[in-house]
């Protein structure tokens, strides 16, 4: 092997599945850098600072900028992200390949519909965010190419389940392996979840947009939006709660303390993520307070595999902490190897994700949401979820994984430690401003206020929480610079030091295993408990969704950007 | 591996930590809903959003005093508000009734509770006691198209 040279073979032959991950990976990570880069204009408006002026006329407008910030960030780069690392990691762990045809149908999938989405975006005919709330209408182009991206995941599904039902005709009556598990729960949810995004573009807003039907009842779609638009957290999350229980305790030097309580986890989010839409519509009329209530309470119940999870994570990295001879209460802490780019990603932004949750847990306490509802305290509140640990964890996992899927080595490892550590500053200090001025000064999210006199007048005494805004953006700025440098100066590069790279994904050791772990036992039947979570919504939402199909009130669209 | 049962009795204490403090925020927020007073929206009806500026209640936006209270019947639309002077007394109660005739807005109150997702189609129903004079402001706080973010009107409370 040693004797070929890359440049003259395909380096992949031997592992395909390889490429297909690196070429998921890149497509996301290219959504990021155009998504990512409209943040600092964002931060800089709630700054009071109009920046969009020069952008004409290649950007339309504030809310033209916003909704590539959000398809691209949210929904292309998570998804991509999800695609590339939720195929690979079962993939090793079982020694299984997927079947390479249909995985690059999925990618062509992928890009053909991100392409179809994004012309009517760049025309600026379809700024209507990435909630595309109706009455406002888009381009059906818009609808169509958003259809195909989405259902391109539905391919991963296939292939993730398929290669785990042949590992499981191999190995009858064994425990499947953590990631796997991890990977077969995730896609079940998304598959589950995603039903209410595809029915809606799929039977409503397609149609619409292209004139075969006059309308479509604007609470409906919110409904169904919702329905895949809070489980999508957990789209955009459980990837890097999966890397964060199957590498980081190895990365950083320790053990998987629990298993079986891993598993548990992973269930309690298939079971539980997506009988919760409401809590985004605790202020629409149409729905009975009394639902919205079941809602939250099942919406609670969501924060117990989060709240397990920071126990679990949290012992494991001390655990890992001891090994490095950390001692006493916070020695440990000390110890763990922060100058790792990768492990130090993850230490940021699980401690961001600390304040997230708790801030979480408001959103979700249908009366103090009054109080924060569609103010900027959510965008930073999610911020510091999506934007922090989900985009960090992903980044910090590339600075391992495009070296091992490529061979070659990661360039500018300190310029890789310093946009992790400007990441989680900038992020901190952005999300804490936004954070008080939606709750202080009920200033609206998604509002173009650096180019409104009246709203500059009307918000004129949060000034120094304004200042905060601009400070992130520049920090953030930089971050972005240093972290896509360091990537794509990794990827393209034409040297190969396959020495030099991880040669296996890091899977981490656990204490406790699954072997004669009665709980373990219990999770292992998938498809059973797959049947409980569509019970549970078909309870959740099913009289409310019956109630709403049966008085329809179908409004026309409007384009009033 | 004694370690290891310290750690899980550890871990079980935290589990029930966590259970025992959910239970704790939805008894307070189910005590807060009792006590919410009117604040949470209501759908009191469905009307025909094409006919929202010509037909019915809404046609004449307009705030009617009813004994030593208001009602409001209320037009949000792109990119206002209607009745746009809205006077009422200190400590009356005043009902909104407020509906859209295009797309999306919000309807929140500043210093108050009241924060509406105005649905076209949709008629919500909320209610508020103003106990300080002056200005309120009412911010548009739903994407609504490119007037947005100057969508803000708002109602004067007087002695
Ligand atoms: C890198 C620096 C970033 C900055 C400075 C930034 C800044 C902002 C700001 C200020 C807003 C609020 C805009 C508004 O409500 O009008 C926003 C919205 C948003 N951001 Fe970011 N962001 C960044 C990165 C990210 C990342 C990495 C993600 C996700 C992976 C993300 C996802 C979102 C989403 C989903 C929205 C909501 C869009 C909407 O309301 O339609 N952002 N961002
Ligand atoms: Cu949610
Ligand atoms: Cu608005």
Same mark, same amino acid.
Request: hydrophobic share 50%; net charge positive.
């Given at each position: ?22 070429? $998921? &990976?890149? &497509? ?11 943040? +600092? ?19 339309? =407008? ?71 709330? +109706? ?17 391109? =995941? ?84 459980? +990837? ?10 190895? &990365? ?5 303390? @629990? ?36 809602? $939250?309470?099942?919406? $609670? $119940?969501?924060?117990? +595999? ?98 091992? &899927? ?45 180019? @409104? ?40 590069? @034409? ?16 204490? @406790? ?49 | ?159």
């Amino acid at each position: 092997m040693a004797v070929l040279t890359p440049s003259k073979i395909d380096a992949y032959a031997l592992a395909p599945e390889k490429k297909l991950t690196l070429y $998921m &990976l890149m &497509l996301g990570f290219a959504a990021l850098l155009v998504g990512t880069l409209f943040g +600092p204009l964002q931060a800089f408006n709630y700054a009071g600072i109009n920046l969009y002026t020069f952008l004409k006329p290649l950007v339309q =407008s504030y809310y033209q900028g916003l909704t590539i910030h959000g398809v691209l960030n949210a929904i292309v780069f998570t998804q991509l992200f999800g695609q590339a690392v939720m195929l690979y990691l079962p993939s090793r762990e079982l020694g299984l390949r997927p079947n390479m045809t249909l995985a690059w149908v999925s990618w062509w999938m992928a890009l053909v519909g991100l392409l179809i989405t994004a012309l009517p975006i760049l025309a600026n005919a379809a700024s209507v965010l990435y909630t595309f709330y +109706p009455p406002l209408q888009a381009h059906w182009a818009f609808y169509v190419g958003a259809a195909i991206f989405v259902l391109s =995941s539905w391919v991963t599904v296939y292939l993730t389940l398929e290669m785990w039902m042949r590992w499981k005709r191999r190995n009858p009556g064994q425990i499947t392996p953590l990631a796997t598990y991890m990977a077969v729960t995730f896609w079940l949810m998304w598959w589950l979840c995603s039903l209410g995004l595809v029915v809606e573009v799929a039977v409503f807003l397609i149609p619409w947009s292209t004139g075969l039907i006059g309308g479509v009842d604007p609470l409906l779609m919110r409904t169904l939006f919702w329905f895949t638009g809070h489980p999508i957290v957990y789209f955009w999350l459980l +990837p890097v709660y999966t890397l964060a229980y199957t590498t980081l305790p190895r &990365l950083a030097g320790g053990k998987l303390i @629990s298993d079986p309580l891993a598993r548990l986890v992973f269930l309690l989010f298939l079971l539980f993520s997506i009988p919760v839409g409401f809590h985004h519509q605790f202020s629409d009329p149409g729905i009975a307070p009394a639902w919205k209530f079941i809602h $939250m309470v099942l919406t $609670m $119940m969501v924060a117990v +595999p989060s709240l397990i999870t920071a126990f679990t994570l949290a012992a494991s990295l001390e655990n890992a902490g001891r090994a490095r001879g950390g001692q006493g209460w916070f020695g440990w802490i000390k110890a763990l190897p922060w100058n790792n780019p990768t492990v130090l990603s993850f230490l940021l932004g699980l401690l961001a994700f600390i304040p997230g949750g708790a801030g979480g847990m408001v959103n979700a306490s249908f009366t103090l949401n009054q109080g924060i509802h569609n103010t900027t305290w959510i965008p930073g509140h999610f911020h510091l979820q999506v934007a922090t640990l989900v985009t960090m964890g992903a980044m910090g996992t590339a600075f391992w994984l495009i070296p091992h &899927l490529t061979g070659k080595r990661l360039v500018g490892e300190g310029y890789a430690v310093a946009s992790q550590w400007l990441w989680f500053l900038g992020m901190f200090i952005m999300t804490f401003a936004l954070h008080w001025m939606g709750w202080l000064y009920q200033i609206p999210r998604r509002a173009f206020i650096s180019g @409104s006199p009246a709203a500059m007048e009307a918000y004129k005494q949060s000034g120094v929480w304004m200042a905060l805004n601009a400070i992130s953006g520049i920090i953030l700025t930089i971050a972005i610079i240093f972290f896509f440098y360091v990537i794509f100066a990794t990827a393209l590069q @034409s040297r190969h030091e396959p020495s030099q790279v991880m040669a296996e994904v890091p899977f981490t050791q656990v204490i @406790s295993g699954p072997q004669g772990s009665g709980l373990a036992a219990l999770t292992e039947r998938v498809w059973f408990w797959f049947g409980v979570a569509v019970v549970l919504v078909v309870l959740a939402y099913g009289p409310v969704l019956f109630q709403m199909l049966t008085h329809l009130n179908p409004v026309p669209g409007q384009r009033l950007w | 591996m004694d370690d290891h049962s310290i750690i899980e009795r550890y871990e079980r204490a935290w589990i029930f930590f966590g259970l025992g403090m959910i239970v704790v925020f939805i008894l307070l927020i189910g005590y807060t809903l009792v006590s919410s007073r009117g604040s949470i929206p209501l759908a009191v009806g469905q009307v025909n959003a094409s006919e929202v500026r010509t037909q019915g209640e809404f046609a004449n936006p307009r705030v009617e005093k009813v004994g030593r209270d208001y009602v409001v019947y209320m037009q949000a639309f792109a990119f206002g508000y209607l009745p746009a002077d809205i006077r009422v007394k200190k400590g009356a109660k005043v009902t909104f009734y407020i509906t859209s005739p295009d797309v999306l807005h919000g309807f929140n109150i500043e210093r108050t509770n009241i924060n509406v997702e105005v649905i076209p189609g949709e008629i919500a129903k909320v209610s508020q006691v103003f106990n300080q004079t002056g200005e309120y402001r009412i911010l548009c706080n739903e994407y609504c198209g490119i007037g947005h973010a100057s969508m803000i009107s708002k109602i004067t409370v007087e002695e």
